[in-house]
């Protein structure tokens, strides 16, 4: 059965996508959904990842709205820096901070939470350390960076992934 279907619950989510986006339920749609919904997983099978066990899920809410609000913040600041700051008035570095998540599925949820914050990006883990190289668009202070990305993001998602308190 694995063999075959390498992701069962990825197949039921991608035939519900795809219904979803061709907003029906004909025959024909269904048909091609669920040749796509056992395809796609199959093709990928190789690179798909180990089963995730979310140890915390209420935590996601909180995890959720953190990165919200920090999303539609720094939409408004870079925005407000980009129309109406110059230039060279720009502070734009990498820092590095250290982490402490180890789990994968934690690393690519915190990855896709930094990538979509306007201002930031994620440039670089360091394999031997865990130290995220990050570029900031207009940095200030580099401990609050530091600081938020450990207690907003990275202990709510050590908390979900890896089931314990950050250290």
């Known amino acids: 059965?694995?063999?075959?279907?390498?992701?069962?619950?990825?197949?039921?989510?991608?035939?519900?996508?795809?219904?979803?986006?061709?907003?029906?339920?004909?025959?024909?749609?269904?048909?091609?959904?669920?040749?796509?919904a056992i395809v796609i997983p199959y093709w990928f099978r190789a690179i798909l990842p180990e089963n995730v066990l979310i140890r915390r899920p209420w935590v996601i809410v909180r995890l959720v709205v953190f990165s919200m609000i920090e999303i539609?913040?720094?939409?408004?600041?870079v925005s407000l820096l980009i129309l109406f700051r110059r230039r060279g008035h720009l502070?734009?570095?990498?820092?590095?901070?250290?982490?402490?998540l180890r789990s994968p599925a934690g690393l690519a949820v915190l990855s896709g939470i930094?990538?979509?914050?306007?201002?930031?990006?994620?440039?670089?883990?360091?394999?031997?350390?865990?130290?995220?190289?990050?570029?900031v668009f207009d940095l200030h202070d580099e401990q609050w960076w530091i600081d938020t990305i450990k207690t907003r993001y990275e202990q709510p998602l050590i908390e979900i992934f890896e089931g314990r308190d950050a250290v």
């Open 1 to 36: 059965m694995k063999r075959w279907f390498p992701a069962p619950r990825l197949s039921v989510v991608l035939l519900i996508i795809w219904l979803l986006v061709n907003q029906s339920i004909e025959f024909a749609t269904i048909l091609v959904g669920a040749i796509l």
């Open 72 to 77: 539609v913040r720094s939409c408004f600041n």
């Open 91 to 100: 502070n734009s570095q990498f820092i590095t901070v250290p982490l402490d």
């Open 114 to 135: 930094i990538n979509t914050t306007p201002g930031t990006v994620w440039v670089e883990l360091l394999p031997d350390t865990y130290d995220l190289a990050l570029h």
